[in-house]
């Protein structure tokens, strides 16, 4: 059974970090392409930064945000730097069996809040 774990998520004031974490199991972990996205209420979801055969970020987050893996703990880990409101959503961590990272997502978690305020 595949399951993705999130945790890390919280609030914080704008200029803040955070660290979100993904704990992956049911699945061959390094062989997926694993991302961060996010929504925020009214907005539709955004990719935020994935990691497969390569990596990749949006745009509103390149150069404040990193993410990593660990392939040898199954966890997939956003650091958060520099946050502004506009980062207010909640997080998904999601996989893909696609190598590239291209179409969609398989597995999806369950989501964590993430608040930053003035």
């Known amino acids: 059974q595949v399951q993705l774990v999130e945790s890390g998520g919280g609030s914080v004031q704008s200029g803040g970090s955070l660290r979100l974490s993904c704990v992956a199991s049911?699945?061959?972990?390094?062989?997926?392409?694993m991302g961060w996205f996010r929504q925020a209420p009214g907005k539709e979801r955004e990719r935020v930064a994935s990691s497969g055969a390569i990596t990749t970020y949006a745009d509103s987050v390149k150069g404040r945000f990193t993410i990593s893996r660990d392939n040898a703990k199954l966890t997939l880990y956003l650091q958060m730097n520099s946050l502004t409101l506009e980062d207010t959503a909640m997080y998904y961590c999601?996989?893909?069996?696609?190598?590239?990272?291209?179409?969609?997502?398989?597995?999806w978690g369950q989501g964590t809040q993430v608040t930053v305020s003035s």
């Open positions: 049911g699945f061959t972990y390094s062989g997926y392409c």
């Open positions: 999601a996989a893909t069996s696609n190598w590239w990272c291209a179409g969609g997502f398989n597995y």
